[in-house]
């Protein structure tokens, strides 16, 4: 059997649950990631048979000007992730942070790091990239 792996807002309006995840999980340290999230860097990773639990009408998109959609909890503001333009839920990226439980994922990256907060270093233990993956 399967394990399935929740997550929720900070208000815990929504919720939603996953039953695996893509073996790439970066750190993005590009401006936008950094200002979506409130921290150095965003961490996210595409899940495997994502759905919502509850809360689905709280969602909020955030359309950037490059065409990636950040969505979050219209309630208390959460980041809940990441998509491309035109994407749907199925190729969601999700901020690791939203995960009430441990889940297996390793970062393997840093990416955009040509854009870091000049407050933090990443830690060199997985690759950096100045831009995207390669």
């Not at 996210?44 to 969602?59: D, H, T």
């Not at 909890?73 to 035109?86: A, M």
């Not at 955009?112 to 993956?133: F, I, L, M, S």
Request: with cysteine.
């Amino acid at each position: 059997m399967a394990s399935i792996y929740r997550g929720s807002c900070l208000c815990g309006q929504v919720s939603f649950e996953a039953s695996g995840f893509s073996d790439k999980a970066a750190a993005c340290h590009c401006t936008m990631c950094r200002k979506f999230h409130g921290a150095a860097f965003g961490t996210l990773v595409e899940a495997m048979q994502f759905k919502w639990v509850s809360g689905e009408g709280l969602l909020q998109d955030y359309k950037a000007d490059n065409g990636t959609v950040r969505t979050f909890c219209r309630n208390c503001g959460s980041s809940l992730g990441f998509r491309s333009e035109g994407a749907g839920f199925d190729a969601f990226e999700v901020a690791i942070a939203c995960f009430d439980d441990d889940i297996p994922v390793k970062i393997d990256a840093h990416i955009y790091t040509a854009n870091k907060a000049c407050w933090v270093e990443p830690d060199g233990q997985v690759p950096n990239h100045a831009e995207g993956r390669p």
